[in-house]
Protein backbone atom coordinates (compact mmCIF):
# COMPACT_ATOMS: atom_id res chain seq x y z
CA UNK A 1 0.00 0.00 0.00
CA UNK A 2 0.95 3.64 -0.59
CA UNK A 3 2.53 5.79 2.33
CA UNK A 4 -0.62 7.81 2.90
CA UNK A 5 -1.71 9.09 6.57
CA UNK A 6 -4.66 11.03 6.66
CA UNK A 7 -5.29 12.28 10.08
CA UNK A 8 -7.60 12.85 11.33
CA UNK A 9 -10.07 9.80 10.25
CA UNK A 10 -12.85 11.69 12.11
CA UNK A 11 -13.93 14.80 13.12
CA UNK A 12 -17.20 16.19 14.00
CA UNK A 13 -16.80 20.32 14.42
CA UNK A 14 -19.09 23.51 14.94
CA UNK A 15 -20.67 25.78 11.56
CA UNK A 16 -18.11 28.60 11.66
CA UNK A 17 -15.19 27.19 13.29
CA UNK A 18 -11.79 26.74 11.19
CA UNK A 19 -10.67 23.27 10.25
CA UNK A 20 -7.77 21.74 9.22
CA UNK A 21 -6.93 17.79 7.68
CA UNK A 22 -3.52 16.70 7.18
CA UNK A 23 -2.48 14.37 4.36
CA UNK A 24 1.26 13.05 4.80
CA UNK A 25 2.88 10.87 2.02
CA UNK A 26 6.25 8.99 2.82
CA UNK A 27 6.58 8.26 -1.62
CA UNK A 28 7.89 11.28 -2.79
CA UNK A 29 5.59 11.91 -5.07
CA UNK A 30 5.59 14.77 -6.91
CA UNK A 31 1.64 15.44 -6.80
CA UNK A 32 -1.39 15.44 -4.09
CA UNK A 33 -4.37 15.70 -4.35
CA UNK A 34 -7.61 16.85 -1.98
CA UNK A 35 -11.43 15.54 -3.42
CA UNK A 36 -14.63 15.29 -1.36
CA UNK A 37 -16.54 12.39 -1.94
CA UNK A 38 -20.40 12.73 -1.58
CA UNK A 39 -23.12 10.46 -2.92
CA UNK A 40 -24.82 11.47 -6.28
CA UNK A 41 -21.56 13.24 -7.10
CA UNK A 42 -18.80 10.72 -6.71
CA UNK A 43 -15.37 12.33 -6.12
CA UNK A 44 -14.94 15.96 -6.90
CA UNK A 45 -11.30 17.77 -6.97
CA UNK A 46 -11.02 20.79 -4.43
CA UNK A 47 -7.10 21.63 -4.52
CA UNK A 48 -4.29 19.84 -5.98
CA UNK A 49 -0.26 20.23 -5.84
CA UNK A 50 2.00 20.10 -8.13
CA UNK A 51 5.41 21.04 -6.13
CA UNK A 52 6.17 22.46 -2.53
CA UNK A 53 4.35 25.74 -2.68
CA UNK A 54 2.58 24.95 -6.16
CA UNK A 55 -1.05 24.72 -5.32
CA UNK A 56 -3.73 25.40 -8.09
CA UNK A 57 -7.96 25.01 -7.67
CA UNK A 58 -9.79 22.28 -8.61
CA UNK A 59 -13.87 21.90 -9.49
CA UNK A 60 -15.00 22.64 -6.23
CA UNK A 61 -12.60 25.12 -4.57
CA UNK A 62 -14.82 27.57 -2.59
CA UNK A 63 -14.56 27.95 1.22
CA UNK A 64 -10.98 25.62 1.09
CA UNK A 65 -7.62 26.56 1.01
CA UNK A 66 -4.48 24.06 0.84
CA UNK A 67 -0.65 24.17 1.74
CA UNK A 68 2.47 22.06 0.84
CA UNK A 69 5.40 23.27 2.33
CA UNK A 70 7.04 19.92 2.53
CA UNK A 71 6.56 17.41 -0.53
CA UNK A 72 5.41 14.95 2.46
CA UNK A 73 2.54 17.32 3.41
CA UNK A 74 -0.37 18.73 2.05
CA UNK A 75 -3.09 21.00 4.03
CA UNK A 76 -6.80 21.24 3.63
CA UNK A 77 -8.66 24.15 5.40
CA UNK A 78 -12.10 24.89 5.85
CA UNK A 79 -11.48 28.49 6.64
CA UNK A 80 -15.13 28.80 8.56
CA UNK A 81 -16.90 25.24 8.65
CA UNK A 82 -20.48 25.26 6.95
CA UNK A 83 -22.70 22.52 6.87
CA UNK A 84 -22.96 21.93 3.08
CA UNK A 85 -18.90 20.87 3.44
CA UNK A 86 -19.94 17.55 6.08
CA UNK A 87 -18.38 15.38 3.38
CA UNK A 88 -15.81 12.59 3.19
CA UNK A 89 -12.37 13.78 2.25
CA UNK A 90 -9.80 11.66 0.54
CA UNK A 91 -6.03 12.83 0.03
CA UNK A 92 -4.83 11.38 -3.42
CA UNK A 93 -1.06 11.02 -4.47
CA UNK A 94 0.65 10.63 -7.98
CA UNK A 95 4.05 10.38 -9.09
CA UNK A 96 4.50 11.88 -12.21
CA UNK A 97 3.35 14.04 -15.37
CA UNK A 98 2.58 10.57 -16.99
CA UNK A 99 -1.24 10.76 -17.72
CA UNK A 100 -0.73 7.11 -17.50
CA UNK A 101 -0.32 7.10 -13.84
CA UNK A 102 -2.60 6.21 -11.24
CA UNK A 103 -3.14 8.11 -8.54
CA UNK A 104 -3.28 6.67 -5.03
CA UNK A 105 -6.06 7.33 -2.09
CA UNK A 106 -5.73 7.58 1.63
CA UNK A 107 -8.18 6.36 4.12
CA UNK A 108 -10.14 9.30 4.08
CA UNK A 109 -11.43 11.59 6.47
CA UNK A 110 -15.41 11.90 7.41
CA UNK A 111 -15.97 15.68 8.65
CA UNK A 112 -19.64 16.37 10.41
CA UNK A 113 -20.13 19.78 10.53
CA UNK A 114 -22.83 20.92 12.93
CA UNK B 1 -13.43 19.45 -19.97
CA UNK B 2 -13.43 16.23 -19.84
CA UNK B 3 -16.18 14.03 -17.94
CA UNK B 4 -17.35 10.40 -16.84
CA UNK B 5 -21.22 9.19 -17.17
CA UNK B 6 -22.11 5.95 -15.27
CA UNK B 7 -25.18 4.31 -16.30
CA UNK B 8 -27.00 2.90 -13.03
CA UNK B 9 -25.97 3.92 -9.89
CA UNK B 10 -27.20 0.55 -8.10
CA UNK B 11 -25.93 -2.70 -10.06
CA UNK B 12 -27.43 -6.08 -8.35
CA UNK B 13 -26.73 -9.49 -9.75
CA UNK B 14 -26.76 -12.56 -8.58
CA UNK B 15 -23.00 -14.98 -7.42
CA UNK B 16 -21.73 -16.43 -10.14
CA UNK B 17 -23.52 -14.35 -13.02
CA UNK B 18 -22.08 -11.73 -15.49
CA UNK B 19 -21.15 -8.54 -13.98
CA UNK B 20 -21.05 -5.65 -16.41
CA UNK B 21 -20.73 -1.97 -15.02
CA UNK B 22 -21.16 0.85 -17.45
CA UNK B 23 -19.11 3.96 -18.17
CA UNK B 24 -19.04 7.04 -21.18
CA UNK B 25 -16.48 9.22 -21.15
CA UNK B 26 -16.16 12.65 -23.08
CA UNK B 27 -12.88 13.99 -24.06
CA UNK B 28 -11.52 16.59 -26.22
CA UNK B 29 -8.04 14.60 -26.20
CA UNK B 30 -7.18 11.03 -26.43
CA UNK B 31 -8.20 9.81 -22.87
CA UNK B 32 -6.63 7.68 -20.55
CA UNK B 33 -9.58 5.76 -18.63
CA UNK B 34 -9.02 3.79 -15.13
CA UNK B 35 -11.60 1.72 -13.07
CA UNK B 36 -11.45 2.35 -9.27
CA UNK B 37 -12.90 0.16 -6.64
CA UNK B 38 -14.00 1.04 -2.99
CA UNK B 39 -14.75 -0.98 -0.17
CA UNK B 40 -16.44 0.25 2.75
CA UNK B 41 -14.84 2.95 4.99
CA UNK B 42 -12.19 2.58 2.65
CA UNK B 43 -10.07 4.42 0.26
CA UNK B 44 -10.13 4.53 -3.32
CA UNK B 45 -7.78 1.37 -5.40
CA UNK B 46 -6.68 0.82 -8.67
CA UNK B 47 -8.68 -2.24 -10.67
CA UNK B 48 -7.21 -1.03 -13.66
CA UNK B 49 -6.36 1.59 -16.09
CA UNK B 50 -6.14 1.79 -20.42
CA UNK B 51 -3.33 4.09 -21.50
CA UNK B 52 -3.57 3.78 -25.10
CA UNK B 53 -1.67 0.50 -25.34
CA UNK B 54 -4.26 -2.43 -25.74
CA UNK B 55 -7.67 -1.82 -26.02
CA UNK B 56 -8.75 -5.02 -23.65
CA UNK B 57 -7.53 -4.23 -20.19
CA UNK B 58 -7.11 -6.88 -17.71
CA UNK B 59 -7.24 -5.43 -14.26
CA UNK B 60 -7.15 -7.44 -10.67
CA UNK B 61 -9.76 -9.34 -9.41
CA UNK B 62 -10.95 -11.01 -12.25
CA UNK B 63 -11.65 -7.60 -13.99
CA UNK B 64 -11.45 -6.12 -17.53
CA UNK B 65 -12.34 -3.65 -19.66
CA UNK B 66 -12.78 -3.30 -23.57
CA UNK B 67 -12.09 0.63 -24.78
CA UNK B 68 -14.12 1.53 -27.33
CA UNK B 69 -13.20 4.86 -29.34
CA UNK B 70 -16.49 4.93 -31.22
CA UNK B 71 -18.61 4.50 -28.52
CA UNK B 72 -16.98 6.76 -26.21
CA UNK B 73 -16.92 3.60 -23.90
CA UNK B 74 -14.92 1.59 -20.94
CA UNK B 75 -17.34 -0.85 -19.82
CA UNK B 76 -16.19 -2.79 -16.42
CA UNK B 77 -16.81 -6.42 -16.79
CA UNK B 78 -16.18 -9.91 -14.51
CA UNK B 79 -17.44 -13.22 -15.92
CA UNK B 80 -18.34 -14.57 -12.49
CA UNK B 81 -19.58 -12.63 -10.06
CA UNK B 82 -18.20 -13.10 -6.13
CA UNK B 83 -19.62 -11.97 -2.66
CA UNK B 84 -16.79 -10.35 -1.89
CA UNK B 85 -17.16 -8.23 -5.44
CA UNK B 86 -19.85 -5.57 -3.58
CA UNK B 87 -18.22 -2.68 -3.16
CA UNK B 88 -18.98 0.64 -5.13
CA UNK B 89 -17.18 0.98 -8.48
CA UNK B 90 -15.74 4.41 -10.32
CA UNK B 91 -14.84 5.55 -13.55
CA UNK B 92 -11.85 7.93 -13.90
CA UNK B 93 -11.09 10.13 -17.23
CA UNK B 94 -7.78 12.05 -16.65
CA UNK B 95 -7.49 15.54 -17.68
CA UNK B 96 -4.75 17.57 -19.12
CA UNK B 97 -1.03 17.42 -19.41
CA UNK B 98 1.48 17.41 -16.95
CA UNK B 99 -0.69 16.14 -14.05
CA UNK B 100 -2.83 13.34 -12.73
CA UNK B 101 -6.23 15.16 -12.29
CA UNK B 102 -8.80 12.95 -12.07
CA UNK B 103 -12.91 13.26 -13.28
CA UNK B 104 -15.05 10.67 -11.68
CA UNK B 105 -18.09 9.51 -12.59
CA UNK B 106 -20.86 9.27 -9.85
CA UNK B 107 -19.87 5.72 -9.05
CA UNK B 108 -21.73 2.62 -9.30
CA UNK B 109 -22.93 0.59 -6.25
CA UNK B 110 -22.59 -3.41 -6.89
CA UNK B 111 -24.67 -6.08 -4.81
CA UNK B 112 -24.00 -9.60 -5.11
CA UNK B 113 -27.17 -11.88 -4.45
CA UNK B 114 -26.27 -15.42 -2.96
Known amino acids: DAGITQSPRHKVTETGTPVTLRCHQTENHRYMYWYRQDPGHGLRLIHY???????DKGEVSDGYSVSRSKTEDFLLTLESATSSQTSVYFC?????????????FGQGTRLTVV | AQSVTQLGSHVSVSEGALVLLRCNYS??????LFWYVQYPNQGLQLLLKYTSAATLVKGINGFEAEFKKSETSFHLTKPSAHMSDAAEYFCAVSEGFGNEKLTFGTGTRLTIIP
Open chain 1, 92 to 104: AISESEDRGREAF
Open chain 1, 49 to 55: SYGVKDT
Open chain 2, 27 to 32: SSVPPY
